[in-house]
T-cell receptor, first 113, second 116 residues
């Protein structure tokens, strides 16, 4: 119940295309869903996050869509660029005394020029 | 100014040795974490400290011992290193508090530990 399932494991997109990464969770106590971007040799960096009281959040070319009833959320990268090539992690956490993030297994995105 | 800094960046050592990784954050955050990233990129929490108090201790061999001398520092000491300890270890911090404020993690750039 603590898992966050992420798909696909890898993704290749043409420049200008839309990249879509999906995550699903079981624990209904999760109430904060961030996405992290990791470049080789670097630590993950917070990209965008959403709480379950909204169904969508957009920041620039990055959008999180959230479906509370299906317990799913996804990251959409519009107009994907070669500089977006990185590993993306979804995560979930809950306010239950501690702020432990459960991370998805990661998606390696490659955007072709 | 690096927000979360870890040292060393690379660590190659023999089995059975004891080693330490240091982490410092200058963000004024209350909570610090150690995560382990394995060869498949999976990120798994190991420990978390809030204002020097241990609040998360996952199922980690007791060869791993964290220490937080103050809320800006969280070090990780590993005894009797094994081949399976080879991984990238990330320190992170956040402004989370047990009273409910919430923020994202700021990660360090990682320490790649190789046990030979």
């Amino acid at each position: 119940q603590q898992q966050v399932k992420q798909s696909p494991q890898s993704l290749i997109v043409q420049k200008g295309g839309i990249s879509i990464i999906n995550c699903a969770y079981e624990n209904t106590a999760f109430d904060y869903f961030p996405w992290y971007q990791q470049f080789p040799g670097k630590g993950p960096a917070l990209l965008i996050a959403i709480r379950p009281d909204v169904s969508e959040k957009k920041e620039g070319r990055f959008t999180i869509s959230f479906n509370k009833s299906a317990k799913q959320f996804s990251l959409h990268i519009m107009d994907s660029q070669p500089g977006d090539s990185a590993t993306y992690f979804c995560a979930a956490s809950t306010v239950s005394g501690t702020y432990k993030y459960i991370f998805g297994t990661g998606t390696r995105l490659k955007v072709l020029a | 100014d690096t927000a979360v800094s870890q040292t060393p960046k690379y660590l190659v050592t023999q089995m059975g040795n004891d080693k330490s990784i240091k982490c410092e954050q200058n963000l004024g955050h209350d909570t610090m974490y150690w995560y382990k990233q394995d060869s498949k990129k999976f990120l798994k929490i190991m420990f978390s400290y809030n204002n020097k108090e241990l609040i998360i201790n996952e199922t980690v061999p007791n060869r791993f011992s964290p220490k937080s001398p103050d809320k800006a520092h969280l070090n990780l000491h590993i005894n009797s290193l094994e081949l399976g300890d080879s991984a990238v270890y990330f320190c992170a911090s956040s402004q989370d508090s047990l009273r409910g404020t919430r923020g994202g993690y700021t990660f360090g750039s990682g320490t790649r530990l190789t046990v030979v």
